[in-house]
T-cell receptor, first 116, second 115 residues
């Protein structure tokens, strides 16, 4: 069974600074996908970034990047030049590449506060 | 495209009442999902569907039912509402062909309170 752990319930960062959110996961599968979703107060789940496990190169989307350490089963999210609009809950999630297993496993989330 | 839409946004039910949460997607996605999110927790899968006429249980299916008569719609039915079903419900969909078939796209959620 897959598990996803986010050990930081809350984080805060000064506006324009950089923050890193941690995520570790556990799976016996070798082919899977990892995601970071953002949930602002509106509750909408918004995809921030995705990473394919078979790709060694870390994914990047504008100010968002990941540090994917497959051997360590670690998948952290780095937000550069933090903006007030980045304030939200951030969820790490994993799904294995196996049609028949449709479970997207989520962590418990990290609440990010941006300090003006 | 409107993406994934859900109705209603909010609902209060009395214990024992029934209701249907509606979910529609206009992206022609074959796969659709229902999740619930309890306070301070991540999302848990209730039911999913891999295409019209095909549904299957997820992690927490008890107390719920689903149907999938069309590609676009995936309603979630609560037959006898219980306080334990107080939660925020999310519908999601994903493509089965093309790029990014691993990525699920979420609706805005329905906040349900059972009193």
């Amino acid at each position: 069974a897959q598990t996803v752990t986010q050990s930081q319930p809350e984080m805060s960062v000064q506006e324009a600074e950089t923050v890193t959110l941690s995520c570790t996961y556990d799976t016996s599968e070798s082919d899977y996908y990892l995601f970071w979703y953002k949930q602002p107060p509106s509750r909408q789940m918004i995809l921030v970034i995705r990473q394919e496990a078979y790709k060694q190169q870390n994914a990047t989307e504008n100010r968002f990047s990941v540090n994917f350490q497959k051997a360590a089963k670690s998948f952290s999210l780095k937000i550069s030049d933090s903006q007030l609009g980045d304030a939200a809950m951030y969820f790490c999630a994993q799904i294995i590449s196996n049609f028949g297993n449709e479970k997207l496993t989520f962590g418990t989330g990290t609440r990010l506060t941006i300090i003006p | 495209n409107a993406g994934v839409t859900q109705t209603p946004k909010f609902r209060i039910l009395k214990i024992g009442q029934s209701m249907t949460l509606q979910c529609t997607q206009d992206m022609n996605h074959n796969y659709m999902y229902w999740y619930r999110q309890d306070p301070g927790m991540g999302l848990k899968l209730i039911y999913y569907s891999v295409g019209a006429g095909i549904t299957d249980k997820g992690e927490v299916p008890n107390g719920y039912n689903v149907s999938r008569s069309t590609t676009e719609d995936f309603p979630l039915r609560l037959e006898l509402a219980a306080p334990s079903q107080t939660s925020v419900y999310f519908c999601a969909s994903r493509a089965s062909a093309g790029i990014s078939t691993d990525t699920q796209y979420f609706g805005p959620g329905t906040r349900l309170t059972v009193l």
